[in-house]
């Protein structure tokens, strides 16, 4: 029973590319969001969409665009994609009790 | 603005002795505060929370953290480590405008001697 599911575990790409990353929670959260781990393990919000809203945008390069088709999904769209964006990527979700649960997140390599 | 400081980036005890990991905050109202663990290749786990209510929180797997807001400090201590707890510990402050946002801290590395 995973309360917060990502897709796929591992991407690994070339330069240029595009790619996704599916986000999925059935804790019937309102509020689901995404953050970047870098490779000194610094995680930084991404974005965050309250019942399919864009609430919080991270000045993210717009490369990067999220989408949500319903509020218990949350799906991560990354366009050229760049040696930096190398990280890992976790999808977390909340409802107003403000505490966040969080994904296994995705091992993202661009070669 | 909010932020939180870890004042180690590395922490070794051995297996047994006290854990002691230091999170200092900043915040212009009462905080909610929260300790995170991330052991290797694995996501976020929730090992506990305050939300104003007790200064002493205690989590999950022995640890427990106090709040002191005249040392704007929310330090995590476990009194006995065990090898499984070598892992990433992250302090985390939450802000609300419109949702509540996540600002996390640098992270502990705790490794632990057997």
């Known amino acids: 029973d995973t309360a917060v599911s990502q897709t796929p575990k591992y991407l690994v790409t070339q330069m240029g590319n595009d790619k996704s990353i599916k986000c999925e929670q059935n804790?019937?959260?309102?509020?689901m969001y995404w953050y970047k781990q870098d490779s000194k393990k610094f995680l930084k919000i991404m974005f965050s969409?309250?019942?399919?809203?864009?609430?919080i945008n991270e000045t993210v390069p717009n490369r990067f665009s999220p989408k949500s088709p319903d509020k218990a999904h949350l799906n991560l769209h990354i366009n050229s994609l760049e040696l930096g964006d190398s990280a890992v990527y976790f999808c977390?979700?909340?409802?107003?009790?403000?505490?966040?649960?969080f994904g296994p997140g995705t091992r993202l390599t661009v070669l | 603005a909010q932020s939180v400081t870890q004042l180690d980036s590395h922490v070794s005890v051995s297996e047994g002795t006290p854990v002691l990991l230091r999170c200092n905050y900043s915040?212009?109202?009462?905080?909610?505060l929260f300790w995170y663990v991330q052991h290797p290749n694995k996501g976020l786990q929730l090992l506990l929370k305050?939300?104003?209510?007790?200064?002493l929180v205690k989590g999950i797997n022995g640890f427990e953290a106090e709040f002191k807001k005249s040392e704007t400090s929310f330090h995590l201590t476990k009194p006995s480590a065990h090898m499984s707890d070598a892992a990433e510990y992250f302090c985390?402050?939450?802000?609300?405008?419109?949702?509540?946002?996540?600002?996390f801290g640098t992270g502990t590395r705790l490794k632990v001697l057997a």
């Open positions: 977390a979700s909340s409802q107003d009790i403000n505490e966040q649960f």
């Open positions: 804790l019937g959260h309102d509020t």
């Open positions: 969409y309250n019942n399919k809203e864009l609430i």
């Open positions: 915040s212009s109202y009462s905080p909610s």
């Open positions: 305050y939300t104003s209510a007790a200064t």
């Open positions: 985390v402050v939450s802000t609300y405008s419109g949702t509540y946002k996540y600002i």
